[in-house]
Nanobody, 120 residues
Framework: QVQLVESGGGLVQPGGSLRLSCAAS????????MAWYRQAPGKQRDVVAT???????NYADSVKGRFTISRDNAKNTVYLQMNSLKPEDTAVYYC??????????????WGQGTQVTVSS
């Protein structure tokens, strides 16, 4: 079994910064793509940023230039540095990981979500 545990959410003022972390643990052989999604109240869950095992990244247009996704493969951890936060960034943020387990089964896992609130 594999678990993803997120941390780093909270309340921040507009223009502020937060750094989210998501650590994967369990019976992991390797992790391919990792990503962050977000879901605001009453809206669908949308992708924010993705990163391959080799470090290639993609971002939603709404966060380009403000958010940075990175990962530490040795720690099975993905990060999301969020700068210049806006009220419209308020959402529950979820991490995902495409995991090959030690059994060689492949599963896309989700974290439990962490709340980010941008408000003055």
């Amino acid at each position: 079994q594999v678990q993803l545990v997120e941390s780093g959410g909270g309340l921040v003022q507009p223009g502020g910064s937060l750094r989210l972390s998501c650590a994967a643990s369990g019976s992991i052989f390797t992790i391919y793509d990792m990503a962050w999604y977000r879901q605001a109240p009453g809206k669908q869950r949308d992708v924010v940023a993705t990163i391959t095992s080799g470090g290639s990244t993609n971002y939603a247009d709404s966060v380009k230039g403000r958010f940075t996704i990175s990962r530490d493969n040795a720690k099975n951890t993905v990060y999301l540095q969020m700068n210049s936060l806006k009220p419209e960034d308020t959402a529950v943020y979820y991490c995902t990981a495409a995991v090959v387990a030690t059994s060689r089964s492949f599963t896309n896992y989700w974290g439990q979500g962490t709340q980010v609130t941008v408000s003055s």
